[in-house]
């Protein structure tokens, strides 16, 4: 009979959060798949646990997966746990948990501190519908389609931030985002939590003169439908009717025309006739 891999959930700065279960589990455990041994030694030994633990990093982490899928079958029971907060929320866990899952081994949580969650609950930003992105790409390209992404999102965007790259990022995000309310979080659950509510614009000025300290949550109002309206809008009528027409390639002319029309909210027979005069000069009008 093949052992349990359990996905726990550890505080995320103070250790007074550890959960009841929690300990439970790390106790009872056969093996602790950590992603620091160190860092993790701190935390059994304020709580005076002698598991013995593998480290399961990022770098690692699909080759101890066939080592710790190989203890599981052999019936051991393994805690997995990251530095700080839930695993496999930016942190190892998602390829061992898939693994386990693929080889049949039953997988199972005890829940607990989440950054992101701890942040949004305290933030009072809309929090109904949200997307979590994590760490923004470190490359500029990928980080650029990212931020492109994230520019006509409606729902609430959550970030995580280190400091050295906080001051960075913010002015990324008010370039391509523009300026928006924002949730800083730093320090959760720690001595010097702080959450600063401010507009975007307002937090790369608080930061010009203020040095960033502690890991980030950054949340920020999503898109305002109404706004990327006005802005398609514009778009539409600074480009010709031919051009707008392009837009809809695949579609017949009838359609397209149609398309159009409801885009720049006018009648069809507008579109036409605009369509005529630009294509006058080419002696080639629209067909409909
Ligand atoms: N797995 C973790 C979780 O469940 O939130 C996230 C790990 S990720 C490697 C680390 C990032 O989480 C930090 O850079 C920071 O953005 C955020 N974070 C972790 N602890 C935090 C805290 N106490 N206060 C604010 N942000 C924190």
């Known amino acids: 009979m093949s052992g349990t891999l359990t996905v726990c959930a550890t505080p995320i700065g103070?250790?007074?959060?550890?959960?009841?279960?929690?300990?439970?589990?790390?106790?009872?455990?056969?093996?602790?798949?950590?992603?620091?041994?160190?860092?993790?030694?701190?935390?059994?030994?304020?709580?005076?646990?002698?598991?013995?633990?593998?480290?399961?990093?990022?770098?690692?982490?699909?080759?101890?997966?066939?080592?710790?899928?190989?203890?599981?079958?052999?019936?051991?029971?393994?805690?997995?746990?990251?530095?700080?907060?839930?695993?496999?929320?930016?942190?190892?866990?998602?390829?061992?948990?898939?693994?386990?899952?693929?080889?049949?081994?039953?997988?199972?949580?005890?829940?607990?501190?989440?950054?992101?969650?701890?942040?949004?609950?305290?933030?009072?930003?809309?929090?109904?519908?949200?997307?979590?992105?994590?760490?923004?790409?470190?490359?500029?390209?990928?980080?650029?389609?990212?931020?492109?992404?994230?520019?006509?999102?409606?729902?609430?965007?959550?970030?995580?931030?280190?400091?050295?790259?906080?001051?960075k990022t913010l002015e990324q995000l008010l370039e391509a985002l523009g300026d928006r309310p924002a949730a800083l979080a730093r320090e959760l659950t720690k001595v010097h939590e702080e959450l600063l509510r401010m507009t975007l614009g307002e937090a790369v000025e608080y930061y010009r003169t203020t040095e960033p300290r502690g890991e980030y949550v950054l949340i920020l109002g999503g898109a305002d439908p109404g706004e990327l309206t006005r802005e398609q809008q514009a778009r539409w009528e600074n480009m010709s009717f031919t051009e707008h027409m392009q837009l809809y390639p695949d579609l017949p002319a009838k359609e397209a025309m149609k398309k159009v029309a409801r885009d720049r909210g006018i009648p069809r027979r507008e579109v036409y006739e605009a369509l005529l005069k630009e294509k006058k000069t080419d002696g080639d009008g629209p067909s409909a």
């Open 14 to 167: 103070n250790l007074e959060d550890i959960s009841a279960r929690a300990l439970e589990a790390l106790r009872g455990a056969d093996l602790i798949a950590a992603e620091d041994t160190r860092h993790t030694l701190g935390l059994l030994n304020h709580f005076d646990i002698r598991t013995p633990m593998i480290s399961c990093h990022k770098d690692n982490e699909a080759d101890r997966s066939d080592e710790i899928l190989a203890r599981l079958k052999e019936g051991k029971h393994v805690v997995l746990v990251s530095d700080a907060g839930t695993p496999a929320i930016s942190d190892p866990g998602e390829i061992l948990v898939r693994r386990c899952h693929e080889d049949g081994i039953r997988v199972t949580a005890v829940p607990g501190p989440c950054a992101f969650i701890t942040a949004l609950s305290m933030s009072g930003m809309p929090s109904r519908r949200f997307v979590f992105e994590g760490f923004l790409p470190a490359s500029s390209k990928e980080r650029a389609e990212v931020l492109a992404r994230l520019r006509t999102e409606e729902r609430t965007v959550i970030l995580y931030e280190a400091p050295h790259r906080l001051r």
